[in-house]
């Protein structure tokens, strides 16, 4: 299993737009596209008492061949929509990809 990081922060005043962002437009957007090997999409968010709110997500596949379906060969350029770039103040550019090697309940 791959889990696919990226990273994005907002101004603290954006957090809550950002996350129904997501949460309403994006995350459905993906979940649409079907893609084979895709597992599921986490959403993490940390407030903090700085001006900024930053938000992880983890999306699961199966394998880097499926990390592959969803984001094309170039596979680590982050997947950020346009209407997410207006809200954020900053993001990662890049996703970052993990091998899980130990997954225990």
């Not at 993906?30 to 993490?44: C, D, P």
């Not at 596949?61 to 954020?88: H, M, N, T």
């Amino acid at each position: 299993m791959i889990l696919r990081l990226w990273r994005g922060w907002t101004h603290q005043q954006d957090a809550d737009t950002y996350e129904q962002l997501l949460k309403n437009t994006v995350f459905p957007r993906i979940e649409a596209k079907n893609v084979e090997g895709f597992r599921r999409i986490r959403l993490l968010r940390m407030d903090s008492e700085a001006r900024e709110t930053e938000f992880v997500t983890l999306m699961e596949f199966d394998s880097l061949e499926a990390v592959k379906r969803f984001a094309g060969e170039d596979y680590w350029i982050a997947y950020v929509p346009e209407e997410a770039q207006r809200v954020l103040a900053h993001h990662d550019t890049q996703s970052r990809h993990y091998e899980v090697v130990e997954d225990r309940g």
